[in-house]
Nanobody, 115 residues
């Protein structure tokens, strides 16, 4: 089983990034997919979730209207489009796949928002 995140990097405030999470080794279309982030000295927090068939999403207020999660079950990939990025969005972003009691994590990708 693998979840491989990509697309992180350094961006200026107000900029955009698109993260990808490529999955392998399990039935991707069965799993709900989420993106979490963890800033230094802070707890890991959920930033977006999409259900297995892609018909439902949810976001915390801190990113609602700026972040969009999506998935392509034919490509076994989940995405996180991040717009109007702020310095407080700086964190390591992790992809998570969950189905019942089974949960897989990626290794994370760094997103740094700074001028």
């Amino acid at each position: 089983v693998q979840l491989v995140e990509s697309g992180g990097g350094l961006v200026q405030p107000g900029g955009s990034l698109r993260l990808s999470c490529a999955a392998s080794g399990f039935t991707f279309s069965r799993y709900h997919m989420s993106w979490y982030r963890q800033a230094p000295e802070k707890e890991r927090e959920l930033v977006a979730r999409i259900i297995s068939d892609g018909t439902g999403t949810n976001y915390p207020d801190s990113v609602k209207g700026r972040f969009t999660i999506s998935r392509d079950n034919d490509k076994n990939t989940a995405y996180l489009q991040m717009n109007n990025l702020k310095s407080e969005d700086t964190a390591v972003y992790y992809c998570n796949a969950r189905w019942n009691a089974v949960s897989y994590w990626g290794q994370g990708t760094q997103v740094t928002v700074s001028s």
